[in-house]
T-cell receptor
């Protein structure tokens, strides 16, 4: 079955610097890759997603890149701000089978140092 | 409704008692997930319902855990003979159709077993 590995588990960056979180997946049929942000005490919320027909997607300070050949995808946050501090989860799923469920990575705790 | 609704939001129960947690998915969403999240930990998959297909129960940690989804909408997660290690947030999520679509989380049910 699908397995999603996420690194690093914790990340601390200086405010204003960039943060990068990486994930690998094992099911070559995966074609949908969302990223969720979970603030302390809150539910996970979608911040950006990418489908396998594109290699990169940007939304203001957030971007996601996908390498289908190498089966990995990454989240990039530029010009980090204190409100970026949270736990980030990557995920992968396939739309080819209705029985295929979404699989989450183990999460990255991002801390922004003032 | 506007989002995934879960109840109760908080539950304190005595060890050995049974608890029921309820999830109302977004109207029209055919896929429904239950996750468990212990303090500071990741999203532990429990069970996945998709339409009229047999549920994927591969994440249920023991036979004390069960879940139903009646009429393809509301779901109930039942934990029998609760143990202290069951204390966690139980998150429900739903999505349109099958995998390959964004899943939306509820606020969660915070369970404390004393």
């Amino acid at each position: 079955g699908e397995n999603v590995e996420q690194h690093p588990s914790t990340l601390s960056v200086q405010e204003g610097d960039s943060a990068v979180i990486k994930c690998t997946y094992s099911d070559s049929a995966s074609n949908y890759f969302p990223w969720y942000k979970q603030e302390l005490g809150k539910r996970p919320q979608l911040i950006i997603d990418i489908r396998s027909n594109v290699g990169e997607k940007k939304d203001q300070r957030i971007a996601v890149t996908l390498n289908k050949t190498a089966e990995h995808f990454s989240l990039h946050i530029t010009e980090t701000q204190p409100e970026d501090s949270a736990v980030y989860f990557c995920a992968a799923s396939s739309s080819y089978s209705s029985a295929s469920k979404i699989i989450f990575g183990s999460g990255t705790r991002l801390s922004i140092r003032p | 409704g506007a989002g995934v609704s879960q109840s109760p939001s908080n539950k304190v129960t005595e060890k050995g008692k049974d608890v029921e947690l309820r999830c109302d998915p977004i109207s029209g969403h055919t896929a429904l997930y239950w996750y468990r999240q212990s303090l500071g930990q990741g999203l532990e998959f429990l069970i996945y319902f998709q339409g009229n297909s047999a549920p994927d129960k591969s994440g249920l940690p023991s036979d004390r855990f069960s879940a139903e989804r009646t009429g393809g909408s509301v779901s109930t997660l039942t934990i029998q003979r609760t143990q202290q290690e069951d204390s966690a947030v139980y998150l429900c999520a739903s999505s349109e159709h099958s995998s390959g679509n964004t899943i939306y989380f509820g606020e969660g049910s915070w369970l404390t077993v004393v």
